[in-house]
């Protein structure tokens, strides 16, 4: 157990002292909510600008964290042969895989409460939270990206998986219902969209957060994209080049 909290407190370590992390992580999502929550660029009425902007911005942290964050550092660390040299030790693959997922739930939460409070300063009063839903959901889509994030680091050279980690959380960003409406979108951009993992988790998110409803077919499809991504990470993660 010691030798696990040592992992943990240094990926926690390592993420606080990196400023593009730090700057992905925390930084980013507040300054979205903040602007947008205060202008009038977004196509949504004065009065419900922060209640669907709130939903959105935490399903891009949790994209920040659990998929970019956590592939383009395990792409490194695999990339120089850390991975591999601590899977030898005593710490063992178990234990650093558990580390690296205890380390997202941490930052998840951090974000969670984070945002919440930004978003009560800017006026943010939603009708009825389920947090119990809320967190659940918030697992499932981690289990989510975390699969992809890594599906791509335990294949790309650490470069090439730096490029794609950017530019996927870009589509899964833009096209992700976070900052605008898969409906205002043109109709065959908006049918792609809306069976994306970032667009199921922030509709299910703003369900939760705004009319503590559920919507069973997005949750089974979200469920869904996490077997599927978890499943083909397993199957194809290589720890070293």
Same mark, same amino acid.
């Given at each position: 157990?010691? +030798?696990?909290?040592?992992q943990?407190?240094?990926?926690?370590?390592?993420?606080?002292?990196?400023?593009e992390q730090l700057?992905l992580?925390v930084?980013i999502?507040?300054?979205?909510?903040?602007?947008f929550?205060?202008?009038?660029?977004l196509?949504t /009425? /004065?009065? *419900?600008?922060?209640?669907?902007?709130?939903p959105?911005i935490l /399903?891009?942290?949790v +994209?920040?964290t659990?998929?970019?964050s956590l592939?383009i550092a395990?792409g490194f660390e695999r990339s @120089?042969g850390? #991975?591999?040299? #601590?899977?030898t030790?005593p710490l063992g693959?178990?234990?650093?895989?558990m580390?690296?997922? $205890?380390?997202i739930? =941490?930052i998840e939460?951090?974000?969670l409460?984070?945002?919440i409070i930004?978003?009560q300063l800017?006026?943010?009063s939603?009708?009825r939270?389920n947090?119990a839903?809320?967190?659940v959901?918030? #697992? +499932?889509?981690t /289990?989510?990206? &975390?699969?992809?994030?890594l599906?791509?680091a335990g294949?790309?050279?650490?470069e +090439?998986?730096?490029a &794609?980690?950017n530019g996927l @959380?870009?589509v899964?960003?833009?096209l992700?219902?976070i900052?605008?409406?898969?409906?205002e979108?043109p109709?065959?951009?908006?049918?792609?969209?809306?069976?994306?993992?970032?667009?199921l988790l *922030? *509709?299910?998110?703003? !369900?939760?957060f705004n009319n503590n409803?559920f919507d069973l077919?997005?949750?089974?499809?979200?469920?869904?994209?996490?077997?599927a991504?978890?499943?083909?990470a397993v =199957? $194809?993660?290589k720890?070293? !080049?």
């Amino acid at each position: 157990m010691k +030798i696990f909290r040592s992992q943990l407190r240094q990926e926690l370590t390592v993420m606080a002292r990196n400023g593009e992390q730090l700057l992905l992580l925390v930084v980013i999502p507040v300054m979205l909510l903040v602007f947008f929550s205060q202008t009038d660029f977004l196509p949504t /009425s /004065s009065g *419900s600008r922060i209640n669907f902007l709130m939903p959105g911005i935490l /399903s891009l942290a949790v +994209i920040s964290t659990a998929m970019v964050s956590l592939g383009i550092a395990t792409g490194f660390e695999r990339s @120089y042969g850390v #991975l591999k040299r #601590l899977g030898t030790t005593p710490l063992g693959t178990r234990r650093l895989v558990m580390a690296k997922v $205890s380390a997202i739930c =941490i930052i998840e939460i951090a974000q969670l409460v984070l945002l919440i409070i930004v978003g009560q300063l800017l006026g943010w009063s939603p009708n009825r939270i389920n947090i119990a839903q809320v967190l659940v959901l918030m #697992l +499932i889509g981690t /289990s989510c990206f &975390a699969g992809i994030g890594l599906t791509l680091a335990g294949r790309l050279r650490a470069e +090439i998986n730096l490029a &794609a980690q950017n530019g996927l @959380y870009l589509v899964l960003f833009l096209l992700g219902g976070i900052l605008v409406p898969n409906d205002e979108l043109p109709k065959t951009l908006g049918n792609v969209a809306q069976v994306l993992p970032s667009s199921l988790l *922030s *509709s299910l998110l703003r !369900d939760s957060f705004n009319n503590n409803t559920f919507d069973l077919t997005d949750a089974v499809a979200l469920g869904g994209w996490a077997f599927a991504v978890c499943a083909l990470a397993v =199957i $194809s993660f290589k720890w070293s !080049d």
